[in-house]
């Protein structure tokens, strides 16, 4: 299928479920809504593109192209976005629960107000991100670079923050119970108590 037959599809409203639209390129267009739900994406490019109220969840988009990609109010349960390049994108209030990003490049990211439980993280490069308002518990950053980032009214706890590189990350009003961490963690005196099901999103089960 080209590009031109999925806009098409998309512009007519049909779904995109379980389709093979690997190496198509959708860089600069409008697919607010678009269902990729199962679909195989693979190395498919959406570098600033608008993907709002998507549905992504079992997509497969490994070595995908996202940078100053637009990705808000999106369901993304289970997508596969190794090797993905997510630069300055935005993630916001979004479900990512299970999502794995591992060895992605995100720096520069944005998630806000969104549900990351149990994502993988794993050797990503998420420097100087923002990581506000996010449930990230029960996650894996193990190997992962968050130099410079700043992680705020976050939930990582039960996560795996093995051999994580901190060197100039905030961490503001966080929660971080039982986290693994070699050597001292850089967030001791920002824990506090607060209201976190008020304060994090919270999605129902697909």
Known sequence: MT??????????GESLEDLDLSYLNFDNQDLTGVNFTGATLTCTSFINTKLDNA?????FMAE????????????ARRVFFQRTKLNNAIIENSDFTGA?????????IKIINSDLTQANLEDSIIQKALIKKVNLF??????ADI?????????FSHSDFRK??????VFKNIKAEEVLFYGKTPWDKSVIDKDWKAILPAYQDD
């Open 3 to 12: 590009e031109k037959e999925v806009l098409e599809k998309h512009k007519k």
């Open 55 to 59: 549905v992504l969840n079992d997509a």
């Open 64 to 75: 995908c192209r996202l940078v100053n990609a637009s990705l808000k109010n999106v369901k």
């Open 100 to 108: 794995r990003f591992q060895v992605s490049d995100m720096t520069g």
């Open 138 to 143: 029960n996650s894996n950053f193990r190997g």
């Open 147 to 155: 130099k410079e980032a700043t992680l705020e009214e976050t939930d």
């Open 164 to 169: 994580v590189q901190t060197q100039g990350a």
